[in-house]
């Protein structure tokens, strides 16, 4: 199964979850609101056509620089893999500047604990649910987050 065809899915099963689908250099992303992303998740892992039982990544994208895109300023990516039937699949939720928050997905992938902290750690996105949100790769009196655009080259 194509990732087109993955995304019709979730689109019929989360009418009003979906924002819609980005497709770009072959690689196919669905575009959710950020309540949905458990619940989709959970579909996407439990769903036997799918299987999608290895989340590879999830990070986030700080859009604050980009001139032409008037969205909110972060954007949580997601892309896991079916190890059974080798399915890849990209979801994306677009998060404001302003307390950037989303739901933890660990409870589906226990993999997200790390990548979570991660992009808590490097770009304040606060996982709500998390069992263990602290830093991973900055000391704990880190002040800031360095990806995030503002953030001076050399700290503060």
Known sequence: MDPVQIAKMIEEKFPDQVLGTVTHAGQVGVMLQKDGIVDVCQYLRDEPSLKMDHLADLTAVDYSTYPDDEGPRFEAVYNMISTVYRHRMRL???LPEEGP?????SSVWQTANWHERETYDLLGIVF??????????MPEDWEGHPLRKEYPLKGY
């Open 92 to 94: 994306k939720v677009r």
């Open 128 to 137: 709500d649910g998390h069992p263990d949100l602290r830093r991973i790769l």
């Open 101 to 105: 928050r989303i739901a933890s997905v």
